[in-house]
């Protein structure tokens, strides 16, 4: 596609429920990046994907947050037994390796419009 | 990871110049400077990126002095569509695989 779509756009769901937000990068993309905004703050990194593996996920809060992307391309963020804690915009984004250049304007860095997470 | 300080908030005019200025004291050398724009309900847009001196492109313009421990993103005559927070970044770092890392940026409103 043309841009980094996610979906859903917003999403409420009850505190303890098990939610999962879907990132489709760009294509030939083959970096992967979650991010998680509160309001007010910058976006904060959870987790990198290179291909299908997770090559960082020290931004991972801890074990109710799970990512994956078994074919390379969508990625889906899993977070189980949701807290109101958990209530941020999550951000997608792709590029091209990041390893052939430092420059965002080589990558094609593209972040997704994000998906609207809210927890009551 | 080098850190970045910028002004929380900013205001200014139609048709003014804005500057917004950063300090990232602990920058490396292999690290380039990045300025982000981010609209409400968007994700943020790569907006400039340089190493050392100027660099100007179609949107703004990005001084960095010598020493890289600062750097100023320079708006020309803001519209009220300027209206949005601006991050300073250093990296994407080749070794941190394009992480990257936010601080809480600038909130730039352009009053009529």
């Known amino acids: 596609g043309a841009g980094v779509s996610q979906t859903p756009s917003n999403k409420v769901t009850e505190k303890g429920k098990y939610v999962e937000l879907r990132c489709d990068p760009i294509?030939?993309?083959?970096?992967l990046y979650w991010y998680r905004q509160s309001l007010g703050q910058g976006p904060e990194f959870l987790i990198y994907f290179q291909g299908t593996g997770a090559a960082d996920d020290s931004g991972l809060p801890n074990d109710r947050f799970f990512a994956v992307r078994p074919e390379g391309s969508v990625s889906t963020l899993k977070i189980q037994r949701t807290e109101r804690g958990d209530s941020a915009v999550y951000l997608c984004?792709?590029?091209?390796?990041?390893?052939?250049?430092?420059?965002?304007?080589?990558?094609?860095?593209?972040f997704g419009s994000g998906t609207r997470l809210t927890v009551v | 990871l080098a850190k970045t300080t910028q002004p929380i908030s900013m205001d200014s005019y139609e048709g003014q110049e804005v500057n917004i200025t950063c300090s990232h004291n602990n920058i490396a050398t292999n690290d380039y400077i990045t300025w982000y724009q981010q609209f409400p309900s968007q994700g943020p847009r790569f907006i400039i990126q340089g190493y050392k001196t100027k660099v100007t492109n179609e949107v703004a313009s990005l001084f960095i002095p010598a020493d890289r421990k600062s750097s100023t993103l320079s708006l020309p005559r803001v519209s009220l569509s300027d209206t949005a927070v601006y991050y300073c970044?250093?990296?994407?770092?080749?070794?941190?695989?394009?992480?990257?890392?936010f601080g809480q940026g600038t909130e730039l409103s352009v009053k009529p």
């Open positions: 970044l250093v990296g994407p770092h080749k070794n941190q695989g394009g992480k990257l890392i």
């Open positions: 294509s030939g993309h083959t970096a």
């Open positions: 984004a792709s590029s091209l390796d990041p390893h052939r250049s430092l420059a965002s304007e080589d990558h094609g860095y593209t």
